[in-house]
């Protein structure tokens, strides 16, 4: 009962606001809940690196395709290309590039049984080749998940130990974006065909990570066919000047080719597809490992720390500066995440946005409960008292309700039935509380009118005060309107008990303005906006004099001050209130004389 009545407590609320926020933190580190939003903002700042920030490859990769012109010169099936690849070998020795890699499927036999000495051109031109520049030879996956195996003697005319994989590992799903061969099991067992190219090129940075897709401009590619009429001719000149000194990758670019998904394109002869040739994702690895190295991914520890960081937007009252700097936040984050992957780094942020976003949003729907309790509160505390449009201005927040208590110069009213009490004794109950409700609802709707406060009803009285809780210019002004009000409206009230052969009443009203302590005031079970203080009771004393008098409203001096005495108040002179001489006004309405 004791941890129940502690959670009254606004401290304790907001202190266990802050846990729950910091464990749905934890949970959505743990849980990678943010997983797929971080995926989508990487593959997007990926594009924008690569469209507007991309950075120059020293030596860049070279890449030789195989399209569809090539399959339509050379008709036979490329497991039979043996003379055009051996002619592609020996175009490779005369231009000496720093590398080369053979991204295609190599034959896995010798043909000689259809043709006697076939394979000799593809084992003289890998011989040629590797004496002038280091070849490396793809591996690739058969259906079971076994590497394919290539013909022992091409592995040995192209040096021995040059077998590397070319199997590229897609995310859950299927986009490449990362290089690390333990992604893939068969990978385990070899080396990638880019990172044996990368051991050959002295300035290359091996490592895992992610692939740098800001690294140099959309692939274009030479026609293989092109490299070898340029073999025919013997241009050395062009050969060199194309090849001499870069990594070259030979590959297939044609659609009957193997292709992946990449987040950007890469193909500068196919500007929108995100699907490409599997050699454009090798290659782009490979200019990764040539530039910077491989994006790292941030430290798990610091990831879950800002993740953590994130679910302090449970703190602070929402307004407009919390409201700017939830939406300047993803677009800081985002900013941040681009600028340290440009460095190098990695920092997912789906985790931090949703940990941010989840926290602000409980935050908002806490305030929300609280306002509507407040406002139904507010509506239970100020209903009875003001007028329904006093009172959507106090739950707008656009008059403060003065709750805690304070010191206001109001105008106070009381009226009272003339000689109710021996009027109660004669009837019976139900005709007193009849004519009661008729009365006070008629005098409560005179009150309200003009944004007086209803405080309490005592026997035949009522007790109103003007300009609490909200300000009024003249409030004595507006308590001589509401008189004026409520004597009309007993005359409504005298014509209805006439048609029941029932006697009118009579009212005094008495008004007196002055200081008063204006709050809320009682115990939990039982509580009333009110005021109290000296002005109240010299009030009620003004009130007897109207009988004395024979004016249905009365008022003090400062009243009649505040409104320059108009309204023809009749100056009745010094008389005794409260055991103190007052300065008193009659006042007989302009409205209720001329009817």
Known sequence: MEALTRLNDPKIRLLLGLCICLLT?????????????????????FGFLHRYEAHPVTNDVVIVGIDEESYKTFNEPLALWHPYLGKFLQAMAIAKPAVVGLDIVLPERSYEFLIPQYDQSLLQGLQTARAQTPLVLAQTVEVNGEFRKVYEPVVAASGGNTLASVMVCPDDDGVVRHFDPNRCTVNAHGSMLVEKMAEHLGNAKPGTGLVDFGAGQPFEYIPFAKVLEWQVQGNAEQLTGIFGGKPVLLGVVSPLGERVNSPVPLAAWDPSRHRIPAVLMQAQMLRSMLGG???????????????????LFWLGRTGWLKLVAVAAFP???????????????????????????????????FEGVLQLRQRKWLRGTFGSYVSQDVLHEIMAGNIRSGLVGA???????????HDFSERSEKCLPQ?????????????????????GTVDKFVGGGIMAFFGAPQALECPEKNALEAAQEMLLRLRHINARLQEQDIAPIEIGIALH????????????????YTAIGKAVSLTAGLERLTKTLKYPVVCSDSVAKAVENSGDLIDCGEHAVNDASFHVYGWTPPLLAAI
């Open 407 to 417: 010191r206001i110069r109001v105008c106070i009213l009381f009226a009272d039935i």
């Open 431 to 451: 005709e007193v509380v009849s004519l009661l409700n008729d009365y006070f609802s008629e005098m409560t709707v005179a009150i309200h009118q003009y944004k």
């Open 25 to 45: 933190a934890l949970l959505l580190d743990i849980s990678q809940a943010g997983k797929a939003l971080s995926r989508s903002v990487l593959d997007d700042q």
């Open 331 to 365: 677009l800081l984050l985002v900013s941040v995440s681009t600028w340290l992957m440009e460095q190098g780094t990695y920092l997912p942020i789906g985790g931090i946005l949703l940990s941010g976003l989840f926290s602000f949003l409980a935050r908002l729907a």
């Open 293 to 311: 190295g491989m994006i790292r991914e941030t430290n798990d520890y610091a990831v879950l720390a800002l993740t953590l960081l994130a679910a």
């Open 513 to 528: 303005a002055g200081e008063a302590i204006i709050g809320h005031i009682g115990s939990e079970l039982r509580h009333e």
